[in-house]
């Protein structure tokens, strides 16, 4: 089965703490996206990510940093200097938008992300 | 800048109802895709729909129903017969491309849509 998979589903972060939220897919896609969700709010892009070993900042990248190692993987890291953490994180992945065609996002399940 | 606005913040229906749930959105360009995804309770997003900006045409899809306007910059959904199982928050989202670095994916506020029994 192809898909995106996300974990933990549930992660506590402590004060001044890193935390990592793990992305994968098997779609073969060549793009990836990290949103957040606040309480009935829409998703904003954090980072995004067209091709392995490039990424770009999204409207709201202070406090968070990606990796992009690998096609299948886009981990993103919530830093201590994220002051206001807790939300809903979705990863989402599609294809390669370097032809010009707008392409598709899927979204994993998610991770919700509380701080202690 | 491009924009969408869903001014439904919440709507409820009872079960068998027709809804129809808005969507406006603002861009400059001439190409460009609209989008719709359901966020059912679990959290992740459904994707249900995708149209360019150059094909007009409603589309149907079972009880799912598109009407794509250019002329008032609207793409509306309409459930037709709503079911318990269509509770949801329903988003619309528009993308438009950015030379050099691909694809420009805006989302709107999104619309629960609570369908009682």
């Known amino acids: 089965d192809g898909g995106i998979t996300q974990s933990p589903k549930y992660l506590f972060r402590k004060e001044g703490q890193n935390v990592t939220l793990s992305c994968e897919q098997n779609l073969n896609h060549d793009a990836m996206y990290w949103y957040r969700q606040d309480p009935g709010q829409g998703l904003r892009l954090i980072y995004y990510s067209q091709i392995v070993n490039d990424f770009q900042k999204g409207d709201i990248a202070e406090g968070y940093s990606v990796s992009r190692e690998k096609k299948e993987s886009f981990p993103l890291t919530v830093t201590s200097a994220q002051k206001n953490p807790t939300a809903f994180y979705l990863c989402?992945?599609?294809?390669?938008?370097?032809?010009?065609?707008?392409?598709?996002?899927?979204f994993g399940p998610g991770t919700r992300l509380l701080v202690l | 800048a491009q924009k969408v606005t869903q001014a439904q913040t919440e709507i409820s229906v009872v079960e068998k109802e027709d809804v129809t749930l808005d969507c406006v959105y603002e861009t400059r360009d001439t190409t460009y895709y609209l989008f719709w995804y359901k966020q059912p309770p679990s959290g992740e997003l459904v994707f249900l729909i995708r149209r360019n900006s150059f094909d007009e045409q409603n589309e149907i899809s079972g009880r799912y129903s598109w009407n794509f306007q250019k002329s008032t910059s609207s793409f509306n959904f309409t459930i037709t017969a709503s079911q318990v199982v269509d509770s949801a928050v329903y988003f619309c989202a528009l993308s438009e491309a950015i030379a050099n670095y691909g694809q420009n994916f805006v989302f709107g506020p999104g619309t629960r849509l609570s369908v009682l029994p």
């Open positions: 989402a992945s599609s294809r390669s938008f370097r032809t010009g065609r707008q392409e598709t996002q899927y």
